[in-house]
């Protein structure tokens, strides 16, 4: 397999992956139609870090992390390392010295759809990772592989400097030029939500502020007492 490194391609704004960085995966995910998350295979191993960033993508082969050496270079302050192979793969492609050599470079995170090792390690020194296993099996550096290329992760096609958030929620994807554009949606939502979190603390019911009672009625779901349902009888 041959492949190409591409160096200094285009990047979302920092001002924008900061202003994305200020909410969760779920809230982004919504904010863009419910679009751009990863599936819920890919899973931190740690709790409580959310990390926002710009795409460093890396196209491997499985069990073969040549291309993460290769993409370390090209990797700066506020990146993201994205990785995925070229067919199913949980080999333990990522680990603590890789991990090393990135936090030195500034990188904020990695998200691999594959194998991750060393988590106890990673945890320790703060180095945030989402991945799709957790493994110690090795990998050998044989085979040729891309970096900084579009590489899709379930089903999610993800562009080098586009914007990458990942929390406890999962992660996901903003296309580059659209960083600002969600920043301010996310804005709106949170607006929203926070009028109706203080709704429902002063007592209102969902079904009332979203005007459920009447989709209940549409869908034919009726209300019973205990008594009635136990005897049998039906509406």
């Not at 995925?84 to 990695?110: M, N, Q």
């Not at 945890?123 to 290329?149: D, H, I, Y």
């Not at 804005?187 to 502020?209: N, P």
Request: glycine fraction near 14%.
């Amino acid at each position: 397999m041959s492949g190409v490194v591409v160096t200094n391609p285009p990047k979302a704004d920092a001002g924008d992956v900061e202003a994305l960085a200020g909410y969760g995966v779920a809230t982004l995910g919504e904010a863009m139609g419910r679009t751009g998350l990863l599936g819920p295979g890919i899973r931190p191993v740690q709790q409580g870090v959310r990390v926002a960033g710009t795409a460093v993508t890396v196209l491997s082969w499985p069990g073969d992390n040549l291309m993460i050496h290769a993409a370390v270079e090209q990797c700066g302050e506020g990146d993201v390392l994205v990785v995925t192979t070229t067919s199913p793969s949980t080999d333990g492609l990522f680990g603590e010295l890789f991990a090393t050599a990135l936090k030195r470079r500034g990188v904020r995170g990695v998200v691999i759809n594959a194998g991750i090792r060393d988590t106890r390690e990673l945890r320790e020194m703060g180095f945030a990772a989402w991945s799709r296993a957790v493994s110690a099996q090795g990998t050998v550096k044989a085979t040729g592989g891309s970096v900084n290329v579009p590489i899709a992760v379930d089903g999610r096609v993800i562009r080098p400097g586009d914007v990458i958030v990942a929390d406890d929620d999962g992660v996901v994807v903003v296309p580059r030029e659209r960083a600002g554009q969600v920043a301010a949606a996310c804005e709106a939502r949170e607006k929203k939500e926070a009028a109706t979190r203080a709704a429902f603390v002063a007592g209102q019911l969902g079904l009332d502020r979203y005007g459920l009672r009447d989709k209940l009625r549409e869908l034919g779901v009726t209300y019973q007492s205990y008594e009635a349902y136990s005897a049998g009888e039906r509406p």
